[in-house]
Nanobody, 121 residues
Framework: QVQLVESGGGLVQPGGSLRLSCQAS????????AAWYRQAPGKQRALVAI???????NYADSVKGRFTISTDTAKSTVYLQMDSLKAEDTAVYYC???????????????WGQGTQVIVSS
């Protein structure tokens, strides 16, 4: 079964750091792009960071200079390093990507289940 599984969320104090991971199960991020989104209470899901298959990255203005998106060499895991966290970063973070399954089939716009990040003192 092709799926994305996020981990690494939790409670952190303002100014702290967290590293989110997104593991592709039964597939790799070998095509297209991978991205992290977040959804705060009462707000729409919004793009946080995106990385192309060629390694180019883009970030939401609100996280530039604080967050870093990266992939491992095997393209099966995407990371989001979050530093200098603020209360307004509190949200459920979702991984999204285009995948290639072990059978060679491609899967587009796959979402993970989300991981909660709470920034609070």
């Amino acid at each position: 079964q092709v799926q994305l599984v996020e981990s690494g969320g939790g409670l952190v104090q303002p100014g702290g750091s967290l590293r989110l991971s997104c593991q592709a199960s039964g597939a790799t991020f070998s095509i297209g792009q991978a991205a992290w989104y977040r959804q705060a209470p009462g707000k729409q899901r919004a793009l946080v960071a995106i990385i192309s298959r060629y390694g180019s990255v883009n970030y939401a203005d609100s996280v530039k200079g604080r967050f870093t998106i990266s992939t491992d060499t095997a393209k099966s895991t995407v990371y989001l390093q979050m530093d200098s966290l603020k209360a307004e970063d509190t949200a459920v973070y979702y991984c999204n990507g285009d995948l290639t399954g072990s059978s060679g089939s491609n899967y587009f716009n796959i979402w993970g289940q989300g991981t909660q990040v709470i920034v609070s003192s």
